[in-house]
């Protein structure tokens, strides 16, 4: 089974500065990499695949990076409704799909 | 637009059986692979169980082999969760989540792709 780690698990930022997320595989995934929003009392959705594809209506200042087992999921000038929980998810090595644990992006 | 709806009995005794179901509308429900996912109080995600468009395909996960079921019906949209033996340890959000399939030089397979859309989920508690 692969292991998404992601870290920080919390991250404070400004409105309108950067967020930067991790997310490291246990092996190599290749690309096959999503991340995924969670705002409470919400289903997650989709934001990224193929490690650095936008998904529809994405705005563009998210943006995804890195292929193997080293992942970047960067959201530019943070508006408010970008704070959320954010998980990546591997679907290179299956079953099972696996999550990382989350990182939980706050306003400081 | 896609929609997926689950619906179920909500809380249930330890050791009781829960089907969950899963209306789906808005795409070709016979050409997705489709998913279960839960998320206990305050955790993350856990992946569950899948199966492929015509439901020759199933996998679990370790967690609930042998307990859950997955299965669908395509001629009424619908995907569907048996489960058996519950314990404390399922109580969790459960989320009915559609495969978006890949593509390779070799060909496509409605299982193995990132996760496009989810249902809102429902709560399934089990208490005594």
């Known amino acids: 089974e692969i292991v998404m780690t992601q870290s920080p698990a919390t991250l404070s930022v400004s409105l309108g500065e950067r967020a930067t997320l991790s997310c490291r595989a246990s092996q190599s995934v290749t690309n096959s990499l999503a991340w995924y929003q969670q705002k409470p009392g919400q289903a997650p959705r989709l934001v990224i695949y193929?490690?650095?594809t936008r998904a529809t209506g994405i705005p563009a200042r998210f943006s995804g990076s890195g292929s193997g087992t080293e992942f970047t999921l960067t959201i530019n000038s943070l508006q408010s409704e970008d704070f959320a929980l954010y998980y990546c998810q591997q679907y290179y090595n299956w079953p099972p799909w696996t999550f990382g644990q989350g990182t939980r992006v706050e306003i400081k | 637009q896609v929609q997926l709806v689950e619906s179920g009995r909500s809380v249930v005794r330890p050791g009781t059986s829960l089907r969950l179901s899963c209306a789906a509308s808005?795409?070709?429900?016979?050409?997705?692979?489709l998913h279960w996912v839960r998320q206990a109080p305050g955790k993350g995600l856990e992946w569950l169980a899948v199966?492929?468009?015509?439901?020759?395909?199933?996998y679990y996960a370790d967690s609930v082999k042998g307990r859950f079921t997955i299965s669908r019906d395509n001629s009424k949209n619908t995907l569907f969760l048996q489960m058996n033996s519950l314990g404390d340890e399922d109580t969790a959000l459960y989320y009915c989540?559609?495969?978006?399939?890949?593509?390779?030089?070799?060909?496509?397979?409605?299982?193995?792709?990132?996760?496009?859309?989810w249902g809102q989920g429902i709560l399934v508690t089990v208490s005594s």
């Open positions: 989540v559609r495969d978006q399939g890949y593509c390779t030089a070799t060909g496509c397979d409605n299982v193995g792709g990132y996760f496009d859309y």
């Open positions: 199966i492929s468009s015509h439901g020759d395909r199933k």
């Open positions: 808005g795409f070709t429900f016979n050409t997705y692979g």
């Open positions: 193929g490690a650095s």
